[in-house]
């Protein structure tokens, strides 16, 4: 039978405030729960048993698949406290059920991958290997700890983020998914934090274990921040990103209960929620618009997140912006990238502007 865990217990503080209510692998991408296309894929590659590393926000998993009745076994490992990466590996270990031998397909809950998981676990059983890690290029390796392998794949060391082009030896990275002998993860210590980053895998390396890498070109991208979360929700909608659960590729996925005006746009393989309402002369473009919003006449919304039962006013404009849930901007606000509108926020017409106020000053001086 094979095993996987799926580590989906981190805080997800850089997606905030997504993430106040709704762990980050229970958001809502190309009109299904991220965890959803996960367990999707993992069912595809023969997966039959997983095992949820929760701890943030933990009862909500349980919630989320509570009628899932497919041929699939989940369990849950609920740590009280987050026991970091390894140490929530660990504790996962003890509901696998298979052989001491058998390779486990271990996963962060927040990485969207083409990777084929078949030919990894086969690439695993082939050498032999204690640990094999899915590695994937960057074009700037400077933000990424580094994972040089030899020609025959076999990792050689885990290197910190590069401080200078020199410290560049590799353009390798740690894309996030593995395969441990099931044996392996018995060396993890427990009850403590650790990470399987910064501690596990050097230390296999320092023992001589037969760790290797397993590089690919395939699409690859970590959803942890706003951005990288709109563009991977974009990309499996128009199909440069593939799930089993995207049955067709597309400019937009809008959901059969919302209400588009005819004279609207919707572009870039954005997503719009059910009973979402969109009027007139919107441009909704690479953006994910959730349940229940409203956008007025003339908005428009670009590279963005409106988490659900949020309203957006006439003629405003978002670029790079998260608008938490239960949220108001009124109409004509214009908003800076990178902004952040806590749950349930207000802001008034014409409040927040990059280009100039659009009226005189209202104030009597
Ligand atoms: P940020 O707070 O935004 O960095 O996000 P995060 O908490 O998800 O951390 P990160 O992206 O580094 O985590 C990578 C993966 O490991 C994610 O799938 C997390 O859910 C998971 N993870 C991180 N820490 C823990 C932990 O202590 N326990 C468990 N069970 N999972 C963890």
């Not at 850089?14 to 729960?33: C, E, F, I």
């Not at 997503?271 to 003339?298: F, K, L």
């Not at 428009?300 to 849930?325: K, P, T, Y």
């Amino acid at each position: 039978m094979q095993e996987a865990i799926i580590l989906v217990g981190g805080k997800g503080t850089r997606l905030r405030p997504l993430t106040n209510h709704t762990p980050k692998p229970l958001l809502n991408v190309a009109g299904s729960s991220f965890i959803r296309h996960q367990i999707a894929k993992l069912m595809d590659a023969g997966v039959e048993h997983v095992v949820f590393a929760t701890s943030y926000l933990a009862s909500l998993f349980e919630e989320e698949f509570k009628d899932f009745s497919q041929e699939l076994k989940i369990s849950y490992a609920v740590e009280t406290v987050p026991l970091g990466t390894g140490g929530a590996i660990r504790n996962a270990a003890r509901l696998l059920r298979g052989p001491v031998d058998a390779p486990v397909l271990i996963l962060n809950g927040d990485i969207l991958s083409g990777l084929d998981l078949r030919d990894v676990l086969e690439r695993h059983t082939a050498r032999e290997a204690d640990v094999t890690l899915h590695l994937t290029r960057v074009s700037d390796p400077r933000a990424f700890g580094l994972v040089p392998t030899d020609e025959s794949g076999r990792v050689l060391s885990f290197l910190e983020k590069p401080k200078t082009q020199e410290e560049c030896v590799t353009d390798q990275i740690n894309a996030g998914c593995y395969v441990f002998r099931r044996s392996v993860l018995d060396s993890i210590p427990t009850g403590r934090e650790v990470s399987v980053e910064q501690e596990t895998f050097p230390g296999l390396v320092a023992e001589g274990r037969r760790v290797y890498g397993h590089t690919t070109d395939d699409y690859w991208r970590d959803l942890g921040t706003p951005l990288a979360f709109v563009h991977g929700s974009a990309d499996l909608v128009t199909g440069r990103a593939t799930s089993p659960l995207v049955a067709r590729s597309g400019e937009a996925l809008i959901h059969p209960t919302a209400a588009v005006d005819p004279t609207a746009r919707v572009t870039g393989g954005s997503t719009i929620g059910p009973h979402a309402v969109i009027g007139p002369r919107v441009i909704v473009d690479r953006s994910i618009i959730g349940g229940n919003v409203r956008v007025a006449e003339g908005a428009q919304i670009h590279e963005s997140v409106v988490d659900h039962d949020s309203s957006i006013g006439s003629e405003s404009f978002l670029r790079e912006a998260v608008v938490g849930c239960h949220a108001h901007v009124g109409a004509q606000n214009e908003l800076p990238a990178q902004l952040r509108l806590s749950c349930g926020i207000r802001i008034p017409a014409q409040g927040v502007r990059v280009s100039g106020t659009a009226v005189a000053c209202p104030t009597v001086h």
